[in-house]
């Protein structure tokens, strides 16, 4: 049973460039949520996808972008890249966004370097 | 504004002992999740707590949610080695999507 998977693990990038970060979901999941995590702090929520349409957003400029194609899989897209969206980038999978009663399962997430 | 606290932020502590994590929300959402981080790995769900009074047990943890207090704790009972790692709460506000809101993050070091 194939978990969630990002890639690339790791990538570098420098300031102004453009970056797509992509994730395949749980099989059987349907929902995938993108989330930042900088080093020393928990995962601040990005945006959610299901059925290709962005569901939620967190508080994230415009810079940062998604989509979610029809096997589920999704992408997230950051341009004009600054050096404080260097982080660890989580995608997490669920089954319906309105499934509480089961956690969010993570990938093992894109480690983005903005030089 | 939505907000998850865990304290302590550091906790060092000896084989064998027992502690507790405390985590307060800022919502009234009756869903809060567990979550454990192994340094540059991704995160492991260890519990989902559903409603008022809810009490999960796996090994050597505890949690529990007391919904009115707004408040969860994760207990290590007889801590090992392998319980070293960063520990996250997080709740999922009810807005109609499962999002989630993390805090901080406990990160726990036990010493032989």
């Known amino acids: 049973d194939a978990g969630v998977t990002q890639s690339p693990t790791h990538l570098i990038k420098t300031r102004g460039q453009q970056v797509t970060l992509r994730c395949s979901p749980k099989?059987?999941?349907?929902?995938v949520s993108w989330y930042q995590q900088a080093l020393g702090q928990g995962p601040q929520f990005i945006f959610q996808?299901?059925?290709?349409?962005?569901?939620q957003r967190g508080n994230f400029p415009d810079r940062f972008s998604g989509h979610q194609f029809p096997n589920y899989s999704s992408e997230l897209n950051v341009n004009a890249l600054l050096l404080g969206d260097s982080a660890l980038y989580l995608c997490?999978?669920?089954?319906?966004?309105?499934?509480?009663?089961?956690?969010?399962?993570f990938g093992d997430g894109t480690r983005l370097s903005i030089l | 504004e939505l907000k998850v606290e865990q304290n302590p932020l550091f906790l060092s502590m000896q084989e064998g002992k027992n502690y507790t994590i405390y985590c307060n929300y800022s919502?009234?959402?009756?869903?809060l999740y567990w979550y454990r981080q192994d340094p540059g790995k991704s995160l492991e769900s260890l519990f989902v707590?559903?409603?008022?009074?809810a009490v999960k047990q796996e090994g050597r943890l505890m949690a529990s949610l007391d919904t009115k207090a707004r408040l969860s704790t994760l207990h290590i009972t007889a801590a090992v080695h392998d319980l070293s790692a960063t520990y996250f709460c997080?709740?999922?506000?009810?807005?109609?999507?499962?999002?989630?809101?993390f805090g901080q993050g406990t990160r726990l070091t036990i010493n032989p």
């Open positions: 997490a999978s669920s089954l319906k966004p309105l499934n509480l009663d089961q956690p969010q399962h």
């Open positions: 099989s059987g999941h349907d929902t």
């Open positions: 996808y299901y059925e290709e349409e962005e569901r």
């Open positions: 919502t009234t959402s009756d869903r």
């Open positions: 707590l559903l409603s008022n009074g």
């Open positions: 997080a709740e999922s506000p009810n807005q109609g999507a499962q999002k989630l809101v």
